[in-house]
């Protein structure tokens, strides 16, 4: 190659490259010149993680709402939902630590005892609490409901559905996670009409009485829907005088509606219900349930992804000095359901909210296996 030819490829060359890394800065800014919400300066996406302490519909609400926020925002999103309790949650958490991944939205199992796998997160990655909090952890920020004051709303469901009073039975998932031993404790100060103190805790196996109210005990099945519905049918029978049935997690008040249904009790037991389960609220509509205290899931796994896409972008602003994001929990009954209900299949399609327990319980299944042919 001759001089003059050398240095006619040089030029070229710079051309080229002056042009490409033209091309790469616009594609870094959006019209105005900023970067956009889904960069951190590198044009590539964050990849983020919405991790649920459990199977149930009410998680399918919530994955609904964090891929939206995915789609919306140009973040990479994963939903894990642990089969198997306590060792299942942190097996995912640990293989998507492993992956690298920017920020995890996770729903402690059981906080007290989770210290180590949450300053895990910490450590590598960004921590945000959901549904469920640690306070006591590294976490940035909570997002979620008061589990407390959304029990004293339940408690009030309770007073409306019995006002003369009567016995009571609670059923929850487990009692290890902070949501459900605030929420529980919320219904009975309220139903035994107790000033407001989210510290109390009263332990159960005792019964807990006033003049008017009764709570026999607390039964809990650790997302065993079968033992869910056994504890319903055990309680109807070892009670005679049973007047309600509180189910605190999604899953809990059908499948209380079913054990009284099939025991010809439908309207001497009363169910008062906790989230949106499709049976529940069909159950309100058709006056087989009192009530229901809704969450917003699906605006918990929005609002998750959208504060740890801003935090992986460095934007700390989306955190209240607090460090907690409320989402306010709300009280459905006959006069309101129809339009709660419609607002739920805009957000998530019939198909998510109209899944029976049964099914989606077998969704997280199919999840594990997608899940270990990818590793």
Not at 238 to 267: D, H, I, Q, S
């Amino acid at each position: 190659m001759t001089c003059r030819e050398l240095i006619r490829s040089y030029g070229l060359y710079v051309t080229i490259l002056s042009i490409s890394l033209f091309l790469s800065s616009c594609n870094q800014q959006n019209g105005n010149g900023n970067s956009t919400a889904s960069d951190s300066g590198s044009g590539e996406k964050n990849d983020v993680a919405y991790v649920t302490n459990g199977i149930a519909s009410f998680w399918v609400i919530a994955e609904k709402g964090a891929e939206k926020a995915g789609e919306d925002l140009g973040v990479n999103v994963e939903v894990r939902m642990p089969a198997q309790g306590v060792a299942d949650q942190k097996r995912m958490v640990q293989e998507l630590l492993a992956q690298g991944i920017d920020g995890i939205a996770i729903s402690p199992i059981d906080p007290d005892n989770q210290n180590d796998l949450l300053q895990e997160i910490a450590d590598n990655s960004i921590l945000v609490t959901q549904d469920s909090d640690a306070p006591d952890s590294a976490r940035t920020c909570y997002i979620g409901m008061d589990n407390y004051e959304a029990g004293r709303m339940c408690g009030k469901l309770v007073k409306e559905a019995l006002p003369e009073g009567g016995e009571i039975m609670l059923f929850v998932g487990r009692l290890g996670q902070a949501n459900a031993r605030l929420r529980r404790q919320g219904v009975i100060d309220e139903v035994m009409d107790r000033s407001s103190d989210s510290s109390r805790y009263d332990e159960p196996g005792e019964v807990i009485k006033n003049e008017k109210y009764t709570i026999l005990d607390t039964r809990t099945d650790d997302f065993d829907f079968p033992q869910a519905k056994a504890n319903a049918q055990d309680a109807i029978a070892k009670y005679p005088n049973l007047k309600c049935m509180v189910g605190l997690f999604a899953y809990n008040p059908p499948l209380c509606l079913e054990a009284v249904r099939e025991a010809g009790k439908l309207g001497d037991i009363k169910i008062v219900s906790f989230d949106e389960e499709g049976p529940s609220l069909q159950g309100i509509i058709d006056g087989t349930v009192v009530g229901t205290v809704v969450q917003n899931p699906y605006q918990y796994g929005y609002e998750s992804v959208r504060v740890l896409n801003a935090l992986a972008n460095g934007d700390k602003s989306v955190v209240p000095e607090n460090k907690i994001i409320h989402i306010p929990a709300r009280v459905i009954k006959k006069d309101n359901v129809k339009e709660f209900w419609d607002e739920l299949k805009r957000l998530t399609g019939d198909s998510a909210e109209k899944k029976p327990v049964a099914e989606v319980k077998q969704k997280p299944a199919e999840t594990e296996k997608e899940a270990k042919s990818d590793e």
